[in-house]
T-cell receptor, first 113, second 117 residues
Framework: AQKVTQAQTEISVVEKEDVTLDCVYE???????LFWYKQPPSGELVFLIR??????QNEISGRYSWNFQKSTSSFNFTITASQVVDSAVYFC??????????FGKGNQVVVIP | DTEVTQTPKHLVMGMTNKKSLKCEQH?????MYWYKQKAKKPPELMFV???????INESVPSRFSPECPNSSLLNLHLHALQPEDSALYLC????????????????FGDGTRLSIL
């Protein structure tokens, strides 16, 4: 069975501060995929990044960066210099051999202007 | 704008009504999904279609009936719903990838906000 834990429920930051979202996962599969999605109030889930279990390279995309560490089963997400438009719910998700996405409970990020 | 289009955006229906939710994508994806999402919860998978055939049904009650008429369209037919079925219904699509078909990012629509009176 796959399990994803996002411990922080709601995180409030002042604009321009950095915010890091923690994601810890559990799986017995040797091949699996990790994802982050953003869900703004409009409802659509927006795909942000995918990592497979064999690729531990960290990634930076603009103000977003991801730190994947297999040793600690974590796939953390950092937003640098947060903006009001970053206010959303962020979901970490895992897909293993059952071809189903297991979502974490999500992190509600509130960026205060 | 999302590449997965869902209609209607909002739907209010009584428990005896029959209605349908529609989803369309033109990205050539051969996997399509229905999810149900309650407030402040993650999406829950309901159905998966692969190559227009139902491949996963997560023990969804029969009052929800999916249909995939072609590779671009996905419907969810609703009948005799209960108040607890009120939720955001999300459609998604993805390419089919790898020997087991997994690992591809799913592209989501804006969803249909369904309220059952």
């Amino acid at each position: 069975a796959q399990k994803v834990t996002q411990a922080q429920t709601e995180i409030s930051v002042v604009e321009k501060e950095d915010v890091t979202l923690d994601c810890v996962y559990e799986t017995r599969d040797t091949t699996y995929y990790l994802f982050w999605y953003k869900q703004p109030p409009s409802g659509e889930l927006v795909f942000l990044i995918r990592r497979n279990s064999f690729d531990e390279q960290n990634e930076i995309s603009g103000r977003y960066s991801w730190n994947f560490q297999k040793s600690t089963s974590s796939f953390n997400f950092t937003i640098t210099a947060s903006q009001v438009v970053d206010s959303a719910v962020y979901f970490c998700a895992l897909e293993g051999g059952n071809n189903r996405l297991a979502f974490g409970k999500g992190n509600q990020v509130v960026v205060i202007p | 704008d999302t590449e997965v289009t869902q209609t209607p955006k909002h739907l209010v229906m009584g428990m005896t009504n029959k209605k349908s939710l529609k989803c369309e994508q033109h990205m050539g994806h051969r996997a399509m999904y229905w999810y149900k999402q309650k407030a402040k919860k993650p999406p829950e998978l309901m159905f998966v279609y692969s190559y227009e055939k139902l491949s996963i049904n997560e023990s969804v009650p029969s009052r929800f009936s999916p249909e995939c008429p072609n590779s671009s369209l996905l419907n969810l037919h609703l009948h005799a719903l209960q108040p607890e079925d009120s939720a955001l219904y999300l459609c998604a699509s993805s390419p089919l990838g790898g020997p087991k078909g997994g690992g591809q990012p799913q592209h989501f629509g804006d969803g249909t906000r369904l309220s059952i009176l």
